[in-house]
T-cell receptor, first 108, second 112 residues
Framework: GQQLNQSPQSMFIQEGEDVSMNCTSS?????WLWYKQDPGEGPVLLIA?????ELTSNGRLTAQFGITRKDSFLNISASIPSDVGIYFC????????FGGGTRLMVKP | SQTIHQWPATLVQPVGSPLSLECTVE??????LYWYRQAAGRGLQLLFY??????ISSEVPQNLSASRPQDRQFILSSKKLLLSDSGFYLC???????????FGPGTRLLVL
């Protein structure tokens, strides 16, 4: 089946830093979605990508649909404390698949 | 605007007992509906999806079942719960062919 490799699995952020995460696969997808999940809540849709090469922004968030249709990245600029949470990529192709998540935490 | 509800929010059940989780969507018609399970600290696993009343597709064989008795109602059931059924159950809806999904608040199930 289709597998999504999301990296990094976790990372510490300091306020003001830029953050980058990505998802890759050996399979082709027609849709890439990025979600954020806070503890005990359902995932919230951040950005939806429907076309290869598409670059979309939502405030400080920017995501791209890879030109090969096998990958996508999400960037967060100038991170703030409320960016903490788990970010998931989602790919829709022959199957519907979530990445394993990237957990953002604040540097102590 | 569309809203999605899940009930109950939390549930503690003994092993071997039955289960019924409910998901309802408002503000749209003929949505695609999905059930996911999320183990603690893990990703989401698609369990079932439905593109219409009475139509259910199962992604993972298990002791769970799903039903869609009404257009905007999706139910997740089990006749006998296992310890491994514990987790966070999420319902989602989608309204287009591009598979964009919107999630409910989830139900946390603990099987003891």
């Amino acid at each position: 089946g289709q597998q999504l490799n999301q990296s990094p699995q976790s990372m510490f952020i300091q306020e003001g830093e830029d953050v980058s995460m990505n998802c890759t696969s050996s399979s082709i997808f027609n849709t890439w979605l990025w979600y954020k999940q806070d503890p005990g809540e359902g995932p919230v849709l951040l950005i939806a990508l429907y076309k290869a090469g598409e670059l979309t922004s939502n405030g400080r968030l920017t995501a791209q649909f890879g030109i090969t249709r096998k990958d996508s990245f999400l960037n967060i600029s100038a991170s703030i404390p409320s960016d903490v949470g788990i970010y998931f990529c989602f790919g829709a192709g022959n199957m519907l698949t979530f990445g394993g998540g990237t957990r953002l935490m604040v540097k102590p | 605007s569309q809203t999605i509800h899940q009930w109950p929010a939390t549930l503690v059940q003994p092993v071997g007992s039955p289960l019924s989780l409910e998901c309802t969507v408002e503000g749209t018609s003929n949505p695609n509906l999905y059930w996911y399970r999320q183990a603690a600290g893990r990703g989401l696993q698609l369990l079932f999806y439905s593109v219409g009343i009475g139509q259910i597709s199962s992604e993972v064989p298990q002791n769970l079942s799903a039903s869609r008795p009404q257009d905007r109602q999706f139910i997740l059931s089990s006749k006998k719960l296992l310890l491994s059924d514990s987790g966070f159950y999420l319902c989602a809806w989608g309204a287009d062919q591009k598979e964009t999904q919107y999630f409910g608040p989830g139900t946390r199930l603990l099987v003891l």
